[in-house]
């Protein structure tokens, strides 16, 4: 015999529905509103909306000036956590939108504080990715995504990064010393595709471009098996001359 389900209504917490209330009330207010308005509008005792305004007001989330509340640092502070997700998650998609489009991995990577930082990749079983077996930060020299971030900065800082992040071999075919690397780097054209071949991972070509961030550094890479080859550089070419379109309107920082 069947037994009938039973549906459990979710557990609610009534102080956080109340907080929140007060919150909304408060954001509805670009001047900000005095605790009895508040309270009439979130439809709440007065001493409950005393108690709530205080807690709130000690996290930071609410602000009282001159008799009435506004919102706090805090609540900007989760404006901008969500800013930002947004602006990984439309990253996110740009990516996948090229690794679809291409049916190759696609990397994206930013150059923040004396660092090279990988950000994201869309890649599917079909097109995998690189596996990261050696620091991409340390053996920026020897990627593609590295490379093309030290070709957009000036010497000296090039010349610091290698200073922290010395030349070493990662594969047979890495470049082998700082000088012809640097060399290399200052020759680059700007806005053209940087292409190494296994320097980071035998059997594996890639190629990245530069690609406007703000004020900073950043690039986007794709990579393909060795015997494949001929595919990388019509691809890039691709990717170069369409991913302007999908990222400027985006408006990259380097706080992404």
């Known amino acids: 015999m069947a037994t009938a389900t039973k549906t459990t209504a979710p557990t609610l917490i009534n102080s956080v529905q109340r907080a929140l209330r007060l919150l909304e009330a408060v954001g509805s207010h670009q001047d900000g509103a005095p605790a009895k308005q508040l309270a009439r509008e979130a439809g709440l005792p007065l001493p409950t909306a ?35 997700q947004e602006r990984r998650s439309r990253l996110q998609d740009a990516l996948a939108h090229w690794r679809d489009a291409l049916g190759v991995p696609v990397y994206f990577a930013v150059y923040r504080e004396g660092e090279i930082e990988f950000v994201a990749v ?19 020299h020897a990627h593609a995504l590295g490379q093309c971030l030290l070709s957009q900065l000036d010497e000296r800082a090039r010349r610091d990064h290698l200073d922290r992040h010395p030349v070493q071999d990662v594969t047979p075919y890495s470049v082998r010393d700082p000088h012809t690397l640097l060399g290399r780097l200052a020759s680059m054209e700007r806005m053209q595709p940087v292409v190494e071949r296994q320097q980071y991972a035998l059997g594996t070509v890639c190629a990245a471009i530069p690609i406007t961030a703000g004020s900073g550094a950043a690039a986007m890479a794709i990579s393909l098996p060795l015997h494949q080859e ?13 991913v302007g379109g999908v990222l400027s309107s985006l408006a990259f920082s380097i706080s992404i």
Do not use: I, M, N
């Open 50 to 84: 005393y108690h709530l305004l205080r807690t709130l007001s000690h996290e930071h989330y609410l602000r009282r000036e001159k008799g009435v509340f506004v919102l706090g640092d805090a609540v900007g502070r989760l404006a901008l956590g969500g800013a930002q």
């Open 122 to 140: 869309a890649d599917s079983p079909y097109a995998p990715a690189v596996p990261e077996w050696a620091d991409f930060r340390a053996t920026g």
């Open 230 to 242: 001929k595919r990388l550089l019509p691809a890039v070419e691709q990717l170069r001359k369409g």
